[in-house]
């Protein structure tokens, strides 16, 4: 299993050479950060005293090589206002994590209990409604949900605050917003794969002896359909940590999807950077922890990495 581990974490510096050059390559292509930050309001001379003092006159490759030499050692440099990225990232990762959390927890509590009711009751008008409210929650774009619960909640209501997050209940919206698409997600893949399961031998041997039907489904059809779905969580996760700008932007939550898109806004090459390789590698984390688990969870699984 360590051998694994070791090989997994071997196979994610060349992706994070290819995501740091092509990010890196990109941002150099947006056009001048000094003109951005000064507004075109200095003389020409203050702005190429600031390129040659942000290094921005040297070559691509220079520039590349000493990021990339920086990162190496912890450190992912300065933004144009001489804030730190990492500690600038970190400031805003535990709101990010907030709410992917707390998207997936709502979206799991929803969607596995009536993807398991869903396939006991195949064919009934209640596996037709799952299926119904599945298909029209992967379908609903997040803008617009948000928007929706905005004009609802905050505006006819007055129940919600709008934005940011000085509030726990300023939470309620965007968790709703990043979680509804992957309940529909999880809620199909548990009913696909406990249908799987429900028509095995072994469920039938286990009534014939007696056993109890809450247990036969949930600890032995359930027990047997959770890889599927525990992938399905984990791409869940993973998604949700790196790519819930949208719902960050409307709701102005201060996470990261919020911070990396001003930084694209300010021409923030360094904070862009920084920020994706950051996110990558935390993406690359929860997936390799969903790996492991699928070891511990699955007896054959652990065998076949140990024997690797």
């Known amino acids: ?53 942000y290094g921005l006159n040297d070559p691509f ?3 590349y090589g000493r990021y990339l030499w920086g990162v190496l050692h912890g450190d992912f440099g300065k933004d144009l206002s001489g804030r730190d990225v990492l500690k600038l990232y970190m400031s ?8 992917a959390f707390s998207g997936l927890l709502l979206a799991t509590i929803i969607a596995i209990p009536f993807g398991i009711i869903a396939a006991i009751k195949q064919n009934t008008w209640i596996d037709t409604m799952v299926s119904t409210l599945s298909v029209a929650g992967m379908s609903i774009p997040n803008y617009w949900l948000a928007l929706l619960l905005i004009v609802y909640f905050a505006v006819m209501k007055g129940l919600l605050p709008t934005s940011g997050a000085e509030k726990p209940v300023s939470l309620i919206m965007p968790a709703i917003c990043a979680g509804i698409k992957w309940s ?18 072994y469920l039938r041997t286990a009534r014939i002896k007696g056993v109890k039907e809450r247990l036969v489904v949930l600890k032995h059809a359930y ?17 949700l940590i790196g790519g819930t700008v949208v ?3 409307v709701f102005a939550w ?25 996110t990558t590698i935390l993406v690359a984390i929860v997936l390799l922890a969903i790996d492991l688990l699928y070891a511990y969870i699955d007896p054959r699984i652990k065998a076949k990495y140990t024997r690797k």
Not at 184 to 201: F, G, N, V, W
């Open 247 to 249: 719902v960050e932007q």
């Open 223 to 239: 027990g047997n359909a959770q890889i599927p779905v525990i992938t399905t969580i984990g791409n869940a996760l993973s998604s």
């Open 1 to 53: 299993m360590g051998r694994y581990v070791l090989k997994r974490i071997a196979s994610l510096i060349p992706i994070l050479l290819a995501v740091s050059f092509i990010v890196f390559f990109l941002m150099s292509l947006t056009g001048d950060p000094i003109a951005t930050i000064t507004g075109g309001e200095v003389s020409d001379e203050i702005m190429e005293e600031m390129r040659e003092a």
């Open 61 to 63: 490759i220079v520039r």
């Open 184 to 201: 529909a997600l999880i809620a199909r893949t548990t009913r696909s794969a406990m249908l799987d399961c429900l028509r095995e031998d």
């Open 92 to 99: 805003r990762l535990p709101y990010t994590v907030l709410l």
């Open 254 to 278: 201060p996470g990261i999807g919020n911070l990396t898109i001003s930084a694209v806004r300010g021409n923030e090459y360094t904070l862009v950077t920084g920020s994706v390789i950051i």
